[in-house]
Each structure stands twice: as C-alpha cells, then as structure tokens.
C-alpha cells in the first residue's frame, strides 16, 4: 500500500489529473477538526481495511460523522470509485462547510476527476475556513502553474511553507521556480527542505542531484541520484543526470552505463541516444557509437549534434585491423559529403550547434595526408559558425590603434599539461611586453600554478568566461591584433571559436599538429626542424617555420624517485624498451615491428602504458595479443602494460631503460623531450608529415642523425644495436649529456615569432 507519504501529512500528487486511482490516496495534512477516533488513525497508520470496518461501525452509529465520511471518501477515491468518492465527499462538505480537510479531500477527489474549476472551489472553501491552509494553497498553487499563472502560484506556494515548513512537494515546486528563475541559491534550499521532510521524495532527489550536478558538487549529486534510483530503478531523468554528470568528468564507463540503463527505460529519448554516442567514442567503440547516433536520428531526424557525432565516428581511436583503419579515412570522406548536402537542403536554424559537438580528432592519427579532407570539414565549420555570426551581429574585427601588438592566446590548456609546456610556456615568457600586450582567454577549467604564473606574466587574463558565446564575445570585444590558437581539434569551444573570424590576423600552432583546414586560420605556426621539404602542400593555412624545434621548452628539473619495478614483473636483465605513446598513436600497420623488436632483443620488455580511459589501451593491448600470437611469440614474455606515472617515477624508468622507442606515424614531442632531459637513447622514426617526426627532428637538432629510421627494419635493427651492447648506450647517453642544451630554453624561436607576428599585424 502507497501511505508512506502519507505520514507526511499529505503526499504528493505530482499530476494529480493523471494518476490512476490506485496512486491516488489522498489524506489530511492533519487531523480533521472533530476529535480523531480510531478510523482516522487507522487510516493514516496504513490500516485501511480495518479503517474500513471502523468507518461502517461509525458511520451505523452516527451516519453524519465528519471522521467516518472523510474515510469513506478517501477509500473510495483509493480504490478508483471515483462517483461513489465525490458523492461520499460533497455530502460530507454540505454536511460540514467548516472543515476544511473534507473540502480539501473533495477538491482532490474533484482534480481526479478532470473537474478543475470545481476543484479549485473546493480549495478555496478550505481557505476560508481555515486562512492560509498549507494543502489548500499547495493544490491551488498547482492549478495555477498549470494555467501558466507563475506569479499566482508562486505566492500561493509561499504562504503554503510559511504555514507548513515541513510539506514537501510546497517546497519542491518552489525549488523548481527559483530554478527557472535562475536563482539556484533559493532553488537549492527549497529542494533540501523538501528532501529533508520527505527523504524518499524520488523527484526532489533528482531535481537536487541535477542542480548540484549543475553547480560542480559532483559527489553529493551522486548521493541524491543514486539515492532516487533505488527508490525508484526505472527513473530515467535520474540515471540521465548521473551519466551527464560522469560525462563532464569524463568517466566515459559510468557514463555509458547509465545511459544504457535511461534508454533501457525509455529507448525513444534522442539525448540520450546521442551522449550514448559521445561516451561509446570516449571509450574508442566506433561502432557503438554510430549506432547510437543513428538511434538519436531516428528520434529525430533534426538532431545536428548526432548526425555531426555520425561522420566523425567513422574514425576508430584505436582500429583492430589495417582494413578498418584505411576504410575510415574513405568512410570519413563519404559521411561528410554528406553532411554537407544535408545542411544545404535543410539549412537548420541550430546548424552551428553541430561544430565542436565531436571532432574529427583521429584522423591525423592515420599517417596519410588529409588536407583535402581538413579542408572540406573546415568549409563547413565556418559556414554554420559565420551563418550564426551574422545572425547574432558579431562585428568586423579591425586591428587595434595602440603602438603595442594587442596578441591573443585561446587555449583550453593554460596549466601544466603539453601543450602549455611546448608552446605556449615560451610565448607568454619571452614576447616583449614592451612591444606587446598578451591577452590570454583560458578557455578551460584547470588552473595550478602555471596558471598563476601566466596571471601574473599577461596584460589581461580571462578565465571562466561562460560558454563558447560567452567566450566569442569577450574576445571579439578584447580587439585583439593577432588571435593565436595554440591548438585546434582537441576542445570543443576551442574549435567553434576558431571557426569564427575573431580577429583581423588568426593563427594555429602545432599544439594539434595538422592542418586546420579552417578558412578563418590565416597562419600555421610550425617549425623548421619538425617539418619536411615542402610541407606547404600539407596545409590550408599559410606555414610559417621558426627556426630550431620552434619552441622554447624547458626542462623539467626533477630528481627521479626510485621504483620497484618487480611490481610489474621486470626482472633486472629484462631490457626495457619505453613505447609511452597514447594507444591511439600506434597504427594497426606497425603491430608485425614490436613483435620483431621483441623476437631480436630477448630478453626485454616493450613497456606500453594505461592511460585514461583505460578501454583504449586494452584495446591495443588485445590486438597486440593477437600479433604476438600470430607470429608464435608469447606476449606476456616480452610485453607489459603499466600504469600511467607520476613525473618524477617516469624519470627514473627512463634511467632504467634501454632505449625510449618513438611512436610510429605521430610521434611524440614532450615524451622525446623527457628522454633527451634524461640522456635515454632514442630510436626515432621519420615520418611523412611533421605529426610524424617529433623525435627525429629532436634528433637531428642535437647531431643524432645515426637513431633516426625511416623503414620497420632499420627502426628495429638499431633497437637491436641498443639492446646488444652497454658500451653504445653509455656512448649514446654521454652524448646527449652534452648536448642537450641545443633542444631546450631556446628563445631566439619566439624572437623569430614576435618578428612574424608583429609583421602579420602590419
């Protein structure tokens, strides 16, 4: 039987009109004004069929007793005898006008019904009886928000908890309003009176737990949720707030999970078909995803967000096989077309929603060249992002009066973090401040203390603008000379803001090392050691190379701690053998080179590591299983898969190690610079395009041509070389030692920029 609520005066009816009687009891807030005998009391207390057979013995003796009536009713209504109830109700009210729980009970029995009006006389008899009666003004309150009257309810709610604190849904709607209002301080307040009177008050839970969401409280938020779904398994807003919540944490697992378990309700719900998409690519399940997008469009064909999610989802993070990989760059091209036909014929208002929504990130992951591909997916980014500039009035961007270069650095990565560290570390350090005024948008949430650092270094600095409208606005009104962005596919607003002619000079760097293909990007900051002859063919932006690796990196400083190695079954012959790229840079393509490595340099250990989310390492960990196996070479001999490390533990297995191995295809650049910081020898690869030659060009910066390939055998024979003999890797590290120098703290890089970026601004 449903009286728990109950015995919190009376319950709630969220849509009363709607409910089947069965959930439709209905009690008083408090004891009717006769004195109570033992059918109310046994009403209350759940004992409905003994209230049942008190009420007849009453109702013998005394056919016109309020008590007995009021039970009768309430039964009645319960068991969905609806004309017996109201005829039972309106005699007991002509019978006793001046009880106001008979009238409210009639007022309820009446919204049952469908008879609004009458219901809402019933309630106002009640306060007339009785000035201010909490339930009386709760449903009266109810019946006006339902009428679109929001400043009548919100008054009859008002002086509902003002007579009575403790009822629950009075508070809950009041939360709901100041909510709406945006008033989240008074909206957070009102749900916790509400869960406070009510703990098991499954909808105060939610709309709490989504608020605190909202807010950042994260882990309380997760209290309430949880909390509500046991209660009630089946509540899909619950278990979707849970997951939104997890998605912006980027726990892509929990995520899909309680995405799964909202759709497994209701599988009709095209958001949560389309966050099932974005948490499945978080996890690299392709597959999963564009299934998922697909479901969202067949909800509802207009979803941009999902048919945009569906064209980048034909790129897999980490593919299984050359065939899927090579399928996507083809299956990429195709989706796009696509696209673009269909944002031509249908021309959505929302069509700028879809840029950013996910990014065609791994593609610059397959080592060919795809500027024609960049090129057609920037088109179509600045076309929906200028279409929603002009709509909105975003001005024509003209270069500031001053006598300084106003330049502006758009980053979501203004903390410790690569990015930050490779390039634009030594920008905001060394461009004269005598000569420029550096405005600096930090586009993202991390802050420590490189963040503070960078306060301290710039002109202005903005930091939790809003959103990506928000952030358009500050740096459009900013009239900045020169806008640089030091990366572009790997942040969402970073990516619709550079969509959008901001400033009249916009550049890209290498932060995400491959072409744009955005028409708004005038420039691509590169760099003459990274880059191979002829590389403007490889971008749709003007390139621009500094001297040197282009940056001014420097070191970081650290004494390694000492590591137990055993903890991942190394022994102390093993030679280890450092692959610390990312699981999506290591192409399927190249899994027959680190079987053979492992064959020619037994014993050793190809130490790959799990960074986050783990499903993509063990995604390349299963399809290396399967090359070992192939090649009849025992994986767990030969290979390990440990735990990302803290700084200073990478240092020391660094010095442990034999050689750091570069990552084929897409190097990388602030690994190879850890290595060259601790003298580790380097086997470096030589790529097509620059995303693929990070570490050789490291190389050749310091002299080491010698460790640098550019076949799978040669890359292995000198691994092989390193392996077999101490003296060379003494020689190697003795090497690096005394030129090291050469690869960091280089300013004259950003002395060359200053230059470019002073004559860009003319």
Not at 249 to 255: I, L, P
Request: glycine share 6%; aromatic share 8%.
């Amino acid at each position: 039987m449903m009286l728990a609520w109950l015995k919190k005066k009376w319950g709630s009816l969220k849509n009363a009109a709607s409910l089947p009687a069965a959930d439709a009891r209905i009690a008083s807030e408090r004891a009717p004004v006769l004195t109570p005998i033992g059918s109310w009391d046994l009403y209350l207390a759940g004992q409905v069929a003994e209230a049942e057979q008190a009420t007849l013995a009453q109702l013998a003796i005394e056919p016109d007793h309020a008590d007995g009536l009021l039970v009768q009713g309430l039964i009645a209504l319960e068991r969905g005898h609806r004309a017996d109830s109201l005829r039972v109700l309106e005699r007991a009210a002509s019978l006793h006008p001046s009880n106001a729980e008979i009238h409210v009970a009639l007022g309820q029995a009446l919204l049952i019904s469908g008879r609004s009006k009458a219901s809402a006389a019933a309630f106002h008899r009640a306060l007339e009886v009785v000035p201010g009666h909490a339930m009386a003004s709760l449903n009266l309150a109810k019946l006006a928000l339902a009428s679109r009257q929001e400043e009548d309810g919100m008054k009859l709610l008002q002086s509902a908890v003002a007579h009575d604190p403790s009822l629950a849904e009075a508070q809950f709607h009041l939360g709901n309003l100041f909510r709406v209002r945006g008033n989240l301080d008074l909206a957070e307040r009102h749900y916790r009176n509400a869960v406070s009177s009510r703990p098991d008050y499954v909808d105060a839970l939610v709309n709490l737990g989504g608020l605190l969401k909202n807010r950042g409280h994260n882990e309380e938020a997760a209290l309430h949720l949880e909390h509500a779904l046991r209660l009630k398994p089946d509540m899909a807003e619950a278990a979707f707030n849970l997951a939104m919540m997890r998605v912006n944490q980027r726990m892509w697992g929990e995520a899909s999970h309680w995405l799964q378990s909202t759709l497994a309700a209701n599988p009709k719900q095209a958001d949560a078909q389309y966050w099932l998409g974005n948490a499945s690519m978080g996890l690299g399940d392709a597959a999963t995803a564009r299934k998922a997008y697909q479901a969202a469009l067949q909800v509802n064909g207009n979803y941009v967000q999902a048919r945009w999610g569906h064209a980048m989802a034909q790129l897999p993070a980490v593919p299984q096989s050359d065939e899927e990989q090579n399928n996507a760059v083809e299956a990429f091209g195709k989706e796009l077309d696509k696209l673009k036909i269909w944002f031509r014929v249908h021309r959505p208002t929302d069509a700028y929603k879809a840029v950013g929504a996910q990014q065609p990130y791994y593609l610059a992951y397959i080592p060919q060249d795809h500027r024609a591909a960049l090129s057609q997916y920037g088109e179509l980014c600045t076309s929906l992002m200028g279409t929603w500039a002009r709509k909105v009035g975003v001005p024509t961007p003209i270069r500031s009066t001053g006598s300084k270069c106003k330049i502006g650095i758009v980053s979501a990565h203004i903390h410790e973090h690569s990015v930050w560290r490779a390039i634009v570390q030594g920008w905001v350090e060394h461009l004269d401040p005598t000569q420029f005024e550096i405005y600096i948008f930090h586009t993202g949430t991390g802050r420590d203390a490189q963040t503070e650092w960078a306060v301290r270094r710039a002109t202005r600095f903005y930091y939790a603008e809003g959103d990506w409208v928000a952030w358009a606005k500050v740096i459009s009104d900013a009239r900045i000379d020169v806008l640089a962005y030091p990366e572009i596919g790997m942040d969402s607003t970073t990516v619709r803001l550079a969509s959008l002619r901001l400033a009249p000079v916009q550049l890209a760097s290498w932060g995400h090392p491959i072409t744009t293909g955005l028409p708004t990007m005038d420039v691509f900051v590169s760099a003459r050691a990274l880059e191979p002859r002829g590389a403007e063919a490889h971008y749709t932006e003007k390139l621009v190379e500094l001297p040197g690796l282009g940056c001014c990196y420097h070191p970081f400083a650290l004494a390694p701690t000492p590591i137990d190695l055993s903890r991942w079954g190394l022994s102390k012959i093993d030679r280890i053998l450092l692959c610390a790229g990312t699981s999506f840079k290591y192409a399927p393509q190249n899994d027959a080179l680190w079987v053979d490595i492992a064959r020619r340099c037994q014993p050793c250990k190809l130490i790959f590591f799990r960074s986050k989310p783990e499903s993509l390492p063990t995604l390349l960990e299963a399809r290396l299983r399967k090359a070992f196996a192939d090649a009849d070479m025992d994986f767990d001999t030969h290979v390990r898969f440990i735990p990302w490390l803290p700084q200073t533990d990478f240092f020391a297995l660094l010095d442990r190690a034999e050689a750091y191995l570069d990552s084929i295809g897409f190097s990388g650049f602030n690994t190879a610079m850890q290595a060259v910081e601790r003298c580790t020898p380097i086997v470096a690869w030589e790529g097509q395009f620059m995303r693929g030659r990070f570490a050789s060009g490291i190389l050749r910066e310091l002299g080491l041509d010698e460790w640098i390939a550019t076949s799978t055998s040669e890359y292995a024979a000198l691994v092989e070389r390193l392996c077999a003999s101490s003296a060379l890797r003494d020689d190697v590290r003795h090497t690096l030692s005394t030129r090291q120098a050469r690869a960091f703290s280089n300013a004259h890089a950003v002395e060359v920029f200053a230059q470019n970026t002073t004559s860009l601004r003319g």
